[in-house]
């Protein structure tokens, strides 16, 4: 095999456990020089644990072999940092079979920083595509560090010991725990990378100016307006001084380590300023300069270049088109963005898209009185995108809460299993722009996910969704400052009938439960009349949470009413939450604040709302987050009766090519795999063939038309059901023959009756498989009663899913009906999931009708398309989205 032609997917940008980057390529002959100077680099006590005796020098002959491989028997990954290799790892197969012996080594300086999981993670998924299943490796018994490196990775691993080498062994096949380990190092790396984002020690502005209009101006005086910790460095040409702090001429001038360098310079010129940080080593950058991928292509290739390079020389990249970033934390007083002031401190997260709507967010923020610890806007996203701030905010000890304002996913799948696990210790609240299109300025670092994708995603990670950014700071503001509800309950307190209702219309439209009426202290009660009313309802044993509805009288300061609600929240301690429409503030009225430790208002505060409304969806939002936070996490199963080997077989004896729709007998072999039967038929082409096909299948049974169209109209015009008699069948037969003009028919056993259901797989290639279920009939379809669930499947989603709908009262024994059997439908869920999750290459699937009963769930027909399988993101071994791309 051409040694250069290796496949390019295996090419790689990862981070490591200190949060630096490094670039990961199959070796080629050209690195041979390389090599050579990564050996002499290397110490005698590094070479003697690699090559188990003295090997001071690489004779040409090894160079060329080390160099020189097939990509399939032979394979080596070099980790590249700037034109440097600082690791390299490879396996030969054994005696052409299904093992290979697998080897690292790492430079001196950068051992410890994680390169040998992550090899062996890349080797392990090179070596299952070449048709490899295990591993062996020699290690010197003293070499405990590669000891570590395969005992820690989560395979099953056998050891031999003899004359002071370990014998090792395991298949590499993905174990639970292996992913599991995998997955906690990427995020105990990722977030470490933001980390070093966020707390620089250091920060150089490339483009300070002096000229009040120009945004290196804005940048610069902003870090000192906010007393940045650390020390800051201009860089201009053209002047010794910026603001009066010393400037200099390049970032290669400054005289000392530079953390996180801000770039300000017109899109022409960051090349070269690139160039620079590269060669002095800067370990983040956050570009606000625009005109690179929002401009099409041209732009869009400078973007990718800038990407590759940085991440290829250790470094995280913010942008380009970035708003900023900041870190409130009083230890780094971070103001790296556009934004005019620093944000009081508090423990709210926000990360966002869009530089142009980050000032505004700001602004916001202050006004309404919500502290954020933390603050990222991506701007173009070329590198650091909201995934990797979720990785940073589970571990991160100054945030509670978390906000998204999204335009786009650059990796949806991703995005849905780190929401999912941070969902659970700290609410996410999301604003979803561009419903019904990618943001062009993003679309190359995007996927158009269909909207229903994007509400099962939501749904499945507990993330609450709001439409607005105002509906965004109403539910952080109550999720920062008050306590989580422990039920559905409500009590409403006011001195305003009118106003109280309207709290209570909104509650019960939201699904909330009232307790009690509206109580309703009047409009001339005193401030003991009014905190008496609040204190009963919050001791009330029904009371989950409080909606405090007020208009200020006339005779008394609206600061009694609001000190006296304050002394009663106190007293109360806390424990349920409370709104208010205190004289219609909106934000955290002074009077109601508990001041936090950076001077906005902390736990405790009450925060106020313009509309009785507001409030009130603020609540229902936190209780159905409760809920979901509340409930069984559910466990990842496997029905019983699934035969992957046979499904993975059939589909490889297809040859699948091209996308498109397979026949009866291979759908109904298919699905067999997974434990699916449908209802037994025949597909017959005469009145004779249907004759005799009704009865080997048993009387009664239905005729159906092939053709779609007609098999599930309305007026059953393509189908005859119960059909009993042989003279019966045969009319039957050349009806339906008649009207689709085709001779063949489907003859079926008649299944238990029941109601009509609708299961399906619909694949969206960045995504990953949508499970769909829905009852069948025009009107469901009309109204678009479906529900999506994302692949993979706990069984707890299965028995969400399938009580999704609307009409899924109808399955529970509506209005005194007999009940379906919910756990078969379940069951088939899970069955379609996991045939989702082994064979990428159904695109599509619809199980239609699907009888469900109290004798169980009978699926009568089904569709399947297969095709080449998509790109399965977030799976395989670590990586960071390729520029550009969405891995």
């Known amino acids: 095999m051409d040694p250069f032609d290796y496949p390019r997917h295996w090419e790689a940008d990862v981070v490591l456990s200190d949060g630096g980057t490094v670039h990961l390529r199959p070796i080629t002959p050209d690195d041979a020089a390389r090599l050579l100077a990564f050996h002499g680099r290397l110490s005698e006590r590094t070479r003697y644990f690699r090559y188990f005796g003295p090997y001071p020098r690489m004779p040409q002959r090894d160079v060329e072999r080390f160099s020189t491989v097939d990509h399939h028997d032979r394979v080596a990954f070099t980790a590249l940092l700037g034109d440097d290799i600082v690791a390299v790892g490879r396996y030969d197969r054994l005696d052409h079979g299904s093992s290979a012996e697998v080897a690292?080594?790492?430079?001196d300086s950068h051992q410890g920083r994680g390169l040998g999981s992550i090899l062996l993670e890349h080797l392990a998924a090179a070596a299952r595509e070449s048709g490899l299943s295990r591993f062996t490796a020699e290690v010197l018994a003293e070499n405990g560090q590669m000891v570590r490196v395969f005992r820690d990775a989560g395979y099953r691993?056998?050891?031999?010991?003899?004359?002071?080498?370990?014998?090792?062994?395991?298949?590499?096949?993905?174990?639970?725990?292996?992913?599991?380990?995998?997955?906690?190092?990427?995020?105990?790396?990722?977030?470490?990378?933001?980390?070093?984002?966020l707390h620089p020690r250091s920060v150089a502005v490339i483009g300070a100016s002096a000229d009040h209009t120009k945004i290196g101006h804005a940048v610069l005086t902003n870090l000192l307006v906010a007393d940045f910790a650390g020390p800051v460095y201009p860089v201009n040409g053209e002047h010794r001084s910026v603001r009066g702090v010393r400037a200099y001429p390049s970032v290669l001038d400054i005289p000392d380590d530079v953390d996180l360098a801000v770039v300000a310079v017109p899109a022409a010129r960051v090349d070269d300023v690139m160039d620079a940080c590269l060669a002095k080593g800067v370990k983040a950058l956050v570009v606000v300069t625009s005109g690179f991928g929002e401009t099409g292509p041209g732009g869009l290739s400078a973007e990718r270049r800038l990407t590759a390079e940085a991440r290829a020389h250790g470094m995280r990249v913010v942008g380009p088109n970035a708003l900023g970033v900041l870190n409130t934390d009083a230890a780094v007083r971070l103001n790296a963005t556009l934004a005019p002031r620093l944000p009081a401190r508090g423990r709210t997260g926000f990360f966002c898209q869009s530089g142009a709507l980050g000032t505004a967010i700001l602004a916001t923020a202050a006004e309404r009185g919500l502290g954020l610890s933390t603050f990222v806007s991506a701007g173009n996203r070329a590198d650091v995108s909201g995934n990797d701030l979720l990785q940073y905010w589970e571990t991160d000890p100054s945030t509670d809460v978390v906000l998204l304002y999204l335009e786009s996913f650059g990796n949806p799948r991703k995005f849905a299993r780190l929401a999912r696990r941070l969902g659970r210790t700290k609410p996410i609240v999301a604003v979803k722009s561009g419903r019904h299109a990618v943001t062009p300025a993003l679309a190359a670092t995007s996927v158009q996910v269909d909207e229903s994708s994007v509400q099962a995603l939501f749904e499945q990670a507990g993330v609450i969704r709001v439409e607005s950014l105002a509906q965004l700071f109403d539910t952080a503001l109550l999720l920062a400052h008050q306590p989580l509800p422990a039920g559905p309950r409500l009590a409403v307190v006011g001195n305003s009938t009118a106003i109280g209702l309207l709290a209570a219309d909104t509650a019960l439209a939201q699904g909330l439960e009232l307790v009690g009426d509206p109580v309703d202290v009047g409009a001339q009660a005193g401030p003991e009349v009014f905190a008496a009313a609040v204190r009963e309802a919050l001791r009330h044993p029904d009371t989950d949470m409080l909606v405090v509805v007020f208009v200020p009288p006339l005779a008394v300061p609206g600061a009694a009413f609001a000190r006296a609600l304050r002394d009663v929240v106190e007293e109360a301690g806390g424990a349920k939450p409370i709104a208010s429409t205190f004289l219609a503030v909106e934000g955290v009225p002074d009077e109601l604040a508990v001041p936090g430790p950076g001077g906005a208002p902390g736990r405790g505060s009450v925060p106020s709302y313009p509309s009785p409304e507001r409030a009130v969806l603020a609540l229902a939002r936190a209780s159905r987050y409760a809920r979901w936070r509340s409930a069984p996490q559910g466990r990842f199963v496997r029905p019983d009766g699934i035969d992957t080997d046979a499904a993975h077989a059939l589909v490889a004896s297809l040859g699948v090519v091209d996308e498109g729709p397979v026949d009866d007998a291979t759908a109904v072999r298919l699905l067999s795999c997974y434990g699916v039967e449908l209802?037994?038929?025949?597909?017959?082409?005469?009145?004779?063939?249907?004759?005799?096909?009704?009865?080997?299948?048993?009387?009664?049974?239905?005729?159906?038309?092939?053709?779609?169209?007609?098999?599930?109209?309305?007026?059953?015009v393509g189908v005859r059901l119960d059909v009993a008699g042989e003279e019966a069948v045969r009319s039957?037969?050349?009806?339906?023959?008649?009207?689709?003009?085709?001779?063949?028919?489907?003859?079926?056993?008649?299944?238990?009756?029941?109601?009509?259901?609708?299961?399906?797989?619909?694949?969206?290639?960045?995504?990953?498989?949508?499970?769909?279920?829905g009852l069948s009939g025009v009107v469901s379809d009309l109204l678009g009663d479906r529900a999506y669930r994302a692949v993979p499947l706990t069984d707890t989603d299965a028995a969400a899913l399938v009580r999704a709908p609307k009409a899924a009262p109808l399955l529970a024994g509506y209005r005194g009906s007999e009940q379906a059997d919910l756990p078969?439908?379940?069951?088939?869920?899970?069955?379609?999931?996991?045939?989702?999750?082994?064979?990428?290459?159904?695109?599509?699937?619809?199980?239609?009708?699907?009888?469900?009963?109290?004798?169980?769930?009978?699926?009568?027909?089904?569709?399947?398309?297969?095709?080449?399988?998509?790109?399965?993101?977030?799976?395989?071994?670590?990586?960071?989205?390729?520029?550009?791309?969405?891995?």
Do not use: W
């Open 732 to 773: 039957a037969y050349t009806t339906l023959a008649e009207v689709s003009g085709q001779a063949e028919v489907y003859v079926q056993r008649m299944a238990p009756k029941g109601i009509s259901c609708v299961l399906g797989l619909q694949d969206d290639p960045s995504f990953g498989t949508l499970v769909s279920f």
């Open 679 to 716: 209802v037994p038929f025949r597909v017959v082409s005469s009145a004779d063939d249907a004759a005799r096909a009704a009865a080997d299948l048993g009387y009664p049974v239905a005729l159906k038309s092939t053709d779609d169209r007609l098999r599930h109209r309305t007026d059953l």
């Open 824 to 887: 078969a439908l379940q069951d088939l869920v899970l069955r379609l999931a996991a045939l989702a999750e082994d064979v990428p290459e159904v695109r599509e699937l619809a199980l239609e009708p699907v009888l469900a009963s109290a004798a169980g769930a009978y699926v009568s027909s089904a569709k399947i398309t297969l095709g080449p399988p998509p790109s399965r993101h977030d799976t395989g071994p670590r990586r960071l989205r390729s520029p550009g791309g969405t891995r």
């Open 157 to 197: 691993v056998s050891r031999a010991f003899d004359e002071g080498v370990l014998h090792l062994e395991f298949d590499i096949d993905p174990t639970e725990e292996s992913v599991e380990v995998a997955r906690a190092r990427e995020q105990a790396a990722e977030a470490r990378s933001v980390h070093n984002l």
């Open 104 to 107: 690292f080594v790492v430079e």
